[in-house]
């Protein structure tokens, strides 16, 4: 049974840094093209980042250019999202997804993407 586990969240003021991870079992993320999306309260689920296969390739929408890092490590089959400069909108719950189809590059559509976590809340509030 493949699972992806968020963890990572939390309650952050304005400003400050969270890392989310996301941790597979089942399958091996080195496998597998990685996206990061996140859905905030009446809106539409948004990726915002995502890393290909060969590591080669990572993919930032441009509100979070310069602020939201993913990364891998295979050896402990997790992707990191590391956030810097949190902003108020950037509160969501954040998911991480899995996809066999994309390997040199990735992107952010979601219907790509075969096996989702369950998601771990980023709220950022003073």
């Known amino acids: 049974q493949v699972q992806l586990v968020e963890s990572g969240g939390g309650l952050v003021q304005p400003g400050g840094s969270l890392r989310l991870s996301c941790v597979a079992s089942?399958?091996?993320?080195?496998?597998?093209?990685i996206g990061w999306f996140r859905q905030a309260p009446g809106k539409e689920r948004e990726g915002v980042s995502c890393?290909?296969?060969?590591?080669?390739?990572?993919e930032n929408v441009d509100s979070v250019k310069g602020r939201f890092t993913i990364s891998r490590d295979n050896a402990k089959n997790t992707v990191y999202l590391q956030i810097t400069n949190l902003r108020a909108e950037d509160t969501a719950t954040y998911y991480c997804a899995a996809t066999s189809e994309l390997y040199y590059f990735c992107q952010h559509d979601d219907q790509l993407y075969d096996f989702w976590g369950q998601g771990t809340q980023v709220t950022v509030s003073s």
């Open positions: 890393i290909s296969v060969t590591d080669d390739t990572t």
């Open positions: 089942g399958i091996s993320l080195e496998h597998f093209a």
